[in-house]
């Protein structure tokens, strides 16, 4: 058995309280260790002594999963780690020194790494290697924990990628998600309220549980009550947060009521809100009306945001909210034609029906940004990229399975979400389309584009459809 040893250290422009938070649920090792491919808190509640994480990491073009346990710690002062796996044990403690002035921290890492083995046998390779990653880790670590206030812009590349198509495409899969600068969520949302529909599951549930752990008053809206107790007590397993910071609302969204009852019953239980995640959606593969007599991609996708959003718009404004609307990369083959948003069951396309619908979301969005941008709340529509869920496996079964290997999970997915209504550089992104925290283009076929009285004519469409009072009118 060989073992390394490894001192380190640096100083967060962070009070002691938030880097000790951020680091004592180790899961958010991904966000800020170039290493890590995925890591997660197997120990539902709190981190506290015994709590588990799994952590896999990339060793050259292999992954390897660690186990990793949170041994003790002092609040505020220290943490300390053991890992096992792959050959190697790991005692890393982390030591927390609050700075002169309360506004730094200085954080110390000690890590001592047995390997046995292959590793120990490799163990003058192995030195420098450990020796880079933790070097690497701390700077990550420093830059998670340092609060951004530039406006984010999309790069050359990307840019580059989006109108040659292909290659843009391909940035909707993981090696997207990994390759953007800043994956950190280190702001945090005391006191702020979040309300998620499409909860249940999926992206949906992941968006919960990040906001959740970033100390937010979640709301979870979904259709089934069983699923929604389930979901709940994942979120707050995950978060490890008090049990009355979850809260639920039964709802199935796919009638005008019963979204605009939903509405209500989030607002009487936060009038002031803080963040609304539009993330409910569906792919329909056979034509289907709801009770309302509207075909049911639309109903779902369109309508049922546009009328959740107008009947919380007094509590949105009332907190200076923000609106999330969970878009897709599919309205990229769509432009806006009103006419077809109703489609008939003759020749009926399910997903074509979606993008249509998607496409309208996003033009929806920008319109919002334009009527309500003076009174405060701020909107945007995102893309998660192309991400491993139920929904996409029982709709799109071939591309599923051809390109399951490369899929975004859930957390990569719901990663954009989260950024946008917690970190404080996404307000400059205000009716920007966001994908990776950065602002796309909404058009990159010919006629696609959508014109401000485009939009504005379907935000009438919708009024006169549901019949709703908007905000400001009646």
Not at 22 to 30: G, I, K, N, P
Request: hydrophobic share 40%; aromatic share 8%; proline share 5%.
């Amino acid at each position: 058995m060989t073992t390394i040893t490894i001192e380190r250290g640096a100083t967060a422009p962070r009070a002691i309280a938030d880097c000790y938070r951020y680091l004592a649920d180790f899961s958010t090792c991904e966000q800020w260790d170039p290493a890590v491919y995925r890591a997660e808190k197997l120990t539902p509640g709190p981190p506290r002594p015994g709590t588990e994480f799994r952590v896999i990491v990339s060793i050259g073009p292999r992954r390897k999963t660690l186990r990793y346990r949170l041994d003790a710690i002092a609040p505020g002062e220290r943490l300390e780690l053991t890992g096992r796996g792959a050959g190697i044990k790991t005692h890393e403690t982390l030591t927390f020194t609050p700075g002169e002035d309360g506004a730094r921290t200085h954080i110390a890492y000690h890590g001592e790494f047995s390997l046995r083995g292959p590793l120990a046998r490799a163990a003058r390779l192995a030195r420098p290697a450990i020796k880079r990653m933790t070097a690497q880790a701390m700077t990550g670590l420093i830059d998670a924990l340092t609060i951004k206030t530039a406006t984010p812009r999309q790069g050359w590349l990307s840019y580059a990628a989006d109108r040659t198509l292909l290659p843009g495409e391909a940035l909707y899969t993981d090696r997207g998600y990994f390759a953007m600068s800043d994956r950190a969520h280190a702001e945090f949302m005391d006191d702020k309220t979040v309300a998620i529909t499409g909860a249940t599951g999926g992206i949906g549930r992941t968006i919960a549980a990040e906001y959740a752990r970033l100390g937010a008053r979640v709301l979870l809206v979904g259709r089934d009550s069983q699923r929604l107790a389930a979901a709940a007590e994942h979120v707050r397993g995950v978060a490890g947060c008090d049990p009355e910071h979850i809260d639920t609302v039964e709802a199935d969204l796919a009638t005008v009521a019963a979204a605009q009852a939903a509405g209500q019953q989030i607002a009487a239980r936060m009038p002031h809100l803080d963040v609304l995640v539009n993330n409910a959606g569906a792919l329909f593969e056979s034509y289907g009306q709801t009770a309302d007599g509207h075909e049911q991609t639309l109903a779902i996708n369109l309508i049922a945001p546009f009328v959740l959003t107008e009947t919380l718009m007094p509590a949105l404004t009332a907190a200076q909210g923000r609106v999330i609307n969970m878009s897709s990369g599919g309205m990229y083959a769509k432009g806006l034609d009103r006419g077809a948003l109703e489609p008939s069951g003759d020749d009926y396309n399910g997903l074509g029906a979606y993008a249509r619908t998607k496409r309208a979301l996003v033009a929806l969005t920008r319109h919002w940004f334009r009527r309500y941008g003076d009174e405060g709340v701020r909107f945007n529509a995102m893309h998660p990229g192309w991400v491993d869920t139920p929904g996409v496996a029982d709709a799109l079964p071939r591309f599923y399975y051809l390109l399951r290997p490369v899929l975004r999970d859930t957390r990569m997915g719901a990663d954009t979400a989260v950024w946008l209504g917690a970190a404080r550089r996404a307000g400059a992104l205000n009716g920007a389309f966001v994908f990776d925290r950065t602002p796309r283009p909404t058009a990159l076929l010919p006629g696609t584009a959508v014109k401000p009285s485009e939009a504005q004519s379907l935000y009438g469409w919708l009024r006169n459809k549901t019949g709703i009072d908007v905000h400001g009118l009646r």
